[in-house]
C-alpha cells in the first residue's frame, strides 16, 4: 500500500493514542456491573477511554481505506465493516469492529445498561482485538528498507 508520509504519521500518531489508552483501560478490567453504576468516576472514565479507543481505530481505519484507493464509507459501522472486504483485517476482526463502532454509538447516545453490555464485552474481547489490530496497522504504516532506499 502506498502511503504518504503525512498519512503514516496519522496512522502512527492515533496507533499510539490507542495503545495508551488501551493500557489506562486495563486497570478495569475487572468491573463489574454494580460499579459500574454507583461509581461515577470510573464509569465515565471507562466510557470515556472506549470511546477515544474507537474513534482512534475508525480514524486509523478511515486513512488505511483511503490510502488502499478505497471509498470510505459515510458511516462507522461501514468503515470498520469495510476493512476485511480490502484485506485491512483478519476474518472476524469485521465483526468485532462493527461492535466496536455501535459501542461507539451507544456510548454517545443510549442508558446505563445498555452501555453497560457493550463495555463489558469491551473490556473482554474487543480491547484485545483492537490491540491485535494496531499490531497490524503499525506493520503496515512502517516504511520498508525499500521505501527507504535500502537494499
Excluded at 465515565?44 to 478505497?70: F, H, P, T, Y
Excluded at 469485521?94 to 473490556?123: C, G, M, P
Amino acid at each position: 500500500m502506498k502511503m504518504t508520509a503525512s498519512q503514516r504519521s496519522a496512522v502512527a500518531v492515533r496507533i499510539e493514542f490507542a495503545r495508551g489508552e488501551l493500557a489506562d483501560l486495563a486497570e478495569y478490567s475487572a468491573l463489574d456491573w454494580i460499579t459500574y453504576q454507583q461509581d461515577r468516576k470510573a464509569r465515565r472514565n471507562v466510557e470515556r477511554m472506549a470511546e477515544n479507543i474507537a474513534n482512534a481505530v475508525i480514524d486509523v481505519a478511515k486513512i488505511l481505506l483511503s490510502a488502499s484507493g478505497s471509498d470510505v464509507p459515510a458511516t462507522y459501522r461501514e468503515v470498520l465493516g469495510a476493512l476485511g472486504g480490502v484485506g485491512l483485517a483478519r476474518p472476524g476482526t469485521t465483526e468485532e469492529f462493527v461492535r466496536l463502532a455501535q459501542l461507539r454509538n451507544i456510548l454517545s447516545h443510549s442508558y446505563l445498561d445498555y452501555k453497560w453490555e457493550s463495555l463489558k464485552w469491551f473490556l473482554g474481547t474487543g480491547s484485545a482485538r483492537v490491540a491485535e489490530w494496531l499490531e497490524q496497522c503499525e506493520a503496515i504504516v512502517t516504511p520498508t528498507d525499500e521505501e527507504h532506499g535500502g537494499s
